[in-house]
């Protein structure tokens, strides 16, 4: 069977070639070419011109990119770069060069977007980042450097973007230091330069040269609040927080300083030293009523502390604000679904225009139109936004997926997956998304082989391990055979709860029951989940602590009462 994406190419070849054949080149051996032999011969014919090539290798990427076959979107926007002056083709090329994890594509896509478009940051930036991906020193170097000579802000600024990068790309330290080292040796701001070396050198953990890089870069300018902040950032990087605080307070003391407060407070969130930074991010608001990001930071504090009311009262006004608009809006929605209003959580979900939380709220209004009834309209409108953001079809399909198994079609979820998984073939969330469908619908061998062919893909796999380990603890008496796979999950993902739940419930099944209630308690205590509440419950029932199983489920039934694995514990036991 001929490939779609190869015919479908062939056919746009044919079509972008038909000036070149012409009736009667037949040397006049038809009537038709004895006619244009008559009337002076036929039309010779014409190569096709570079406007028409540029409108094939676009057409082909366009075909390709709608099918998920990013490598050969790739390479026929590339080829259509090297041909046009177009700089968003040369941007398309980079984009699915990336998105296909082939760097020697995106080297070259980015080359010719950054020749395209010399003043261009975005383009000069991505051609540092392709190169340093690709582990290209050479390319690397040169990129940083035509990045620095371009920077309209000055090579001071320009040096400190270099450092960005390189600390968010993390190629290997060698190659990093390589490349900041080659940008700051010349430099004539000192400390644009010793600071950009310092973060730098702090990413990759050489605290002792990041030092004397921010005492340089003081030393060069007395005061110098990002300075300060490095210097800061050093200490509480390495666990010493107050006196990474202190470092801070002389600079801060003015009252004036509420963006650096702020700064501050980010770096103990960071290390998660939420207690240190509430106070720093208190008085950044105090200091500048209007900045967002403290007033998120505190919302979504004050979310993890349960203190809905407070969390409310902060994010409210950030409806008004630009930047935090889109945060402040989905965690609005997630309060008011909480609180059971539907139609306020719909309201604040449409406001979510973008950012990190976009898709989620897209998938909210999806299941909140599924739970009034909605399921097709749901989906129609899943589809429709995939329609018109491609980028987005993957996830979307998985949302669709997980919708249907919600609405206990786990049969029409299979489906679904299936179908994406003839686009993006092998993809490991698609295969175990269809695992769950294939067990929630009863059909555990489909299940066992799609998370068996994830480990083909990677054996080291800890989310495919676990679920194989843990329907083989439930579907099967294979307790031995499960306990390796849970077990060498957990060495892969020590603290992940699942996991810990899993190991929990093949112990107990093994009849392990002191073991058991350790790792289940320990789930439990990191994620109260509620099918982990069943499990733990049911140990303590079998230790005898009747008492305590219920007051664990009891809890839980508050939270999910609906939740079919906690029900079906509580009534096989209790009744």
Request: charge should be negative; hydrophobic fraction near 40%.
């Amino acid at each position: 069977m001929i490939d779609p994406m190869k015919r479908t190419l062939t056919c746009l070849a044919v079509l972008a070639c038909t000036a070149c054949a012409t009736p009667g080149s037949d040397g006049g051996k038809t009537p038709i070419g004895q006619l244009f032999a008559v009337t002076g011969g036929p039309v010779q014919p014409q190569p096709l011109t570079p406007r028409n090539q540029i409108t094939y290798h676009v057409l082909a990427a366009e075909v390709a990119g709608g099918r998920g076959e990013n490598r050969v979107a790739a390479e026929q926007y590339l080829a259509a770069a090297k041909l046009s002056e177009n700089v968003d083709v040369a941007r398309n090329a980079v984009r699915y060069a990336l998105s296909a994890g082939d760097s020697e594509l995106a080297v070259a896509a980015s080359t010719r977007w950054a020749e395209l478009a010399p003043d261009d940051d975005n383009a000069q930036e991505a051609a540092l980042r392709v190169a340093l991906q690709a582990e290209d020193p050479e390319r690397s170097v040169m990129a940083a450097r035509e990045l620095v000579q371009r920077d309209k802000r000055g090579a001071g600024k320009g040096v400190r973007e270099v450092a960005r990068i390189i600390v968010r790309q993390k190629p290997p330290q060698a190659l990093a230091m390589q490349v900041i080292q080659a940008v700051t040796y010349d430099v004539d701001d000192a400390a644009q330069a010793a600071y950009s070396r310092g973060l730098v050198q702090m990413e990759y953990g050489d605290f002792a040269a990041a030092s004397m890089s921010a005492e340089s870069a003081l030393e060069a300018r007395p005061g110098w609040p990002d300075a300060v902040l490095l210097k800061a950032s050093l200490l509480i990087r390495q666990g010493r927080l107050l006196q990474g605080i202190a470092a801070a307070e002389p600079m801060l003391s003015s009252g004036d300083r509420a963006r650096e407060r702020f700064a501050l407070a980010r770096l103990l969130i960071d290390e998660k030293a939420y207690a240190l930074a509430k106070p720093q991010l208190e008085r950044a608001l105090e200091e500048d009523p209007g900045l967002g990001e403290a007033r998120y930071a505190l919302a979504l504090m004050a979310l993890d502390d349960k203190d809905t009311d407070n969390a409310r009262s902060l994010l409210l006004p950030l409806l008004d604000e630009r930047t935090e608009r889109d945060g402040a809006a989905y965690y609005l929605g997630r309060l008011a679904q909480q609180d059971g209003d539907n139609e306020q959580a719909m309201r604040y979900y449409r406001m979510v225009s973008g950012g990190q939380h976009a898709v989620d709220a897209l998938a909210r209004r999806a299941f909140l139109m599924a739970e009034q009834g909605e399921l097709e309209q749901a989906q129609l409108f899943l589809r429709g936004i995939a329609a018109a953001n491609p980028q987005l079809t993957r996830r979307l399909l998985m949302v669709e997926g997980d919708l249907l198994i919600e609405q206990g079609k786990p049969e029409d979820a299979v489906a679904r997956y299936t179908e994406a998984l003839e686009v993006f073939e092998d993809d490991s969330d698609l295969l175990y998304s269809r695992s769950l469908a294939h067990e929630r619908a009863g059909d555990v061998d489909a299940a066992k082989a799609d998370l068996r062919r994830m480990l083909e893909l990677d054996g080291d796999d800890a989310r495919a391990l676990n679920a194989l380990g843990y329907i083989l603890t439930n579907h099967s008496t294979r307790y031995r055979e499960a306990l390796g796979y849970i077990k060498r999950a957990l060495e892969l993902q020590p603290n992940d709860p699942a996991i810990i739940d899993s190991m929990g419930w093949v112990q107990y099944r093994l009849g392990n029951y002191e073991r058991a209630r350790n790792y289940l308690q320990k789930a439990f205590d990191s994620q109260p989940d509620p099918e982990v509440a069943a499990h733990l419950g049911e140990v303590y029932w079998k230790l005898g602590q009747q008492e305590r199983a219920r007051e664990i489920w009891d809890a839980a039934l508050a939270d999910a009462p609906e939740h079919p694995a906690l029900r079906e514990t509580v009534q096989r036991l209790t009744q």
